[in-house]
């Protein structure tokens, strides 16, 4: 319960930052946040580096199918410093027993819409929802209202929780988060 109340409260304090880019930064997303580098990746980067697994997937919103190229949202998390790796021994220091589960990546568009995924339902021996970087829309550089790159999560019930033109990636970290100012982390 801790966990939850902690995580709400950093997404809601995410949610209430102001968020602006520079005109460079408008083709890409920024990856960062939690124990990790940030990056900026762009469209061509992004193509380049995972020519191998962009695949077509069919999609509807609004009523209109459409067919997008794009990629797991946690493998561009991986490459990005993102710790995607499961360590279940019962063995190892509670601490960095699955180390990776305590995560949660924030996703935000440049109108400032904010959205949320822990990274245990991202990891496919965990919770294996598919949330994708969609690259391209029909063959064709997704529009200037949408993209250039968006997140895509068809497992949804409803449609919430798909970002256009997704700007930035916050990794946060929910071990370090607590609502209650008498425990230490």
């Known amino acids: 319960m801790r966990t939850r109340i902690a995580v709400a409260f950093v997404i809601v304090s995410l949610a209430a930052t102001p968020f602006a880019f520079c005109n460079d930064a408008a083709g890409s997303i920024h990856i960062g946040g939690a124990g990790i580098a940030g990056t900026d990746w762009t469209v061509d980067q992004i ?17 209109q199918k459409h067919i997008f ?14 710790p995607v790796e499961l360590k279940m021994s019962p063995s190892a220091d509670p601490k960095l027993k699955s180390f990776s589960l305590r995560f949660v990546a924030v996703a935000r568009g440049r109108d400032g819409y904010v959205v949320a995924f822990s990274l245990a339902e991202l990891l496919p021996e965990v919770g294996n929802r598919h949330v994708w970087v969609a690259l391209d829309e029909d063959s064709q550089p997704i529009s200037e209202e ?14 919430a929780r798909g970002v256009h033109q997704l700007a930035e990636i916050t990794i946060v970290d929910t071990a370090a988060a607590t609502s209650r100012p008498d425990v230490t982390p």
């Not at 193509?47 to 009523?63: L, N, P, R, S, W």
């Not at 190229?69 to 993102?82: D, H, M, N």
């Not at 949408?146 to 449609?159: A, N």
């Open 47 to 63: 193509e380049k580096q995972f020519a191998k697994e962009i695949t077509q997937i069919a999609y509807t919103g609004h009523g």
């Open 69 to 82: 190229g794009r990629i797991p949202l946690v493998s561009l998390l991986k490459a990005a410093g993102v």
């Open 146 to 159: 949408d993209g250039p790159i968006r997140l895509l999560s068809p497992d949804d019930q409803k449609p």
